[in-house]
């Protein structure tokens, strides 16, 4: 089974604080994502990478970069948080070979909360 | 742009009927067409998929899928549901082009016994 793991499921973080999200998975994928998860909101997508050194940006991806210097690890980054960056944060990866809209698995989610 | 619509943000059925999720899906090309599941508390599970072929996509856990070209939906069902398949679901698009997955807003499904 391919697991993701990310290194936190509860954060909190003052405003201004420099915040690092870390995400790993085990199976060798190709692409992987980071998501925030809001209450009527869906999941929006914020950065993707397709491969090592390689990244996109999403629909949101002001106030954030990432890092993915080894294939198994995505990194996101909140170089200064704020309030309005309280959420769900969602981890995910997938095979890739070409096909980018293939099945994502998911990472449990990190609950960041800015105060 | 791709986009998804989940028109019902909650879904109330009684436990034994049976149950739809709605999704219509907006994209260029073929879609690539996914459901996923997330339990309270729980990360996001993949449900099932529509790529290519059979209209009719069967998942995991009883859940099936039918793909409609022409009214561009991919409504989930089940014959007949269970208090535990009470969670949060979201309809993805996407196609070899787009570069990542659109996902729906979520629906809440609630099967009360």
């Known amino acids: 089974d391919v697991k993701v793991t990310q290194s936190s499921r509860y954060l909190v973080k003052r405003t201004g604080e420099k915040v690092f999200l870390e995400c790993v998975q085990d199976?060798?994928?190709?692409?992987m994502f980071w998501y925030r998860q809001d209450p009527g909101l869906g999941l929006r997508l914020i950065y993707f990478s397709y491969d090592v050194k390689m990244k996109e940006k999403g629909d949101i991806p002001e106030g954030y970069s990432v890092s993915r210097e080894k294939k198994e690890r995505f990194s996101l980054i909140l170089e200064s948080a704020s309030t309005n960056q309280t959420s769900m944060y969602l981890c995910a990866s997938s095979l890739g070979q070409g096909i980018i809209a293939d099945t994502q698995y998911f990472g449990p989610g990190t609950r960041l909360t800015v105060l | 742009a791709q986009s998804v619509a989940q028109p019902e943000d909650q879904v109330n059925v009684a436990e034994g009927n049976p149950l739809t999720v709605k999704c219509t899906y907006s994209?260029?090309?073929?879609?690539?067409l996914f459901w996923y599941v997330q339990y309270p508390n729980r990360g996001l599970q993949f449900l099932l998929k529509?790529?290519?072929?059979?209209?009719l996509v069967k998942g995991s856990y009883g859940f099936e899928a039918e793909f409609n070209k022409s009214q561009t939906s991919f409504h989930l069902k089940k014959p007949s549901a269970l208090v535990s398949d009470s969670a949060l679901y979201f309809c993805?698009?996407?196609?070899?082009?787009?570069?990542?997955?659109?996902f729906g807003d979520g629906t809440t499904l609630t099967v009360k016994p």
């Open positions: 529509y790529i290519t072929g059979d209209n």
């Open positions: 199976m060798d994928h190709e692409n």
């Open positions: 994209v260029s090309g073929n879609p690539y």
């Open positions: 993805a698009v996407g196609n070899t082009n787009a570069g990542k997955s659109t």
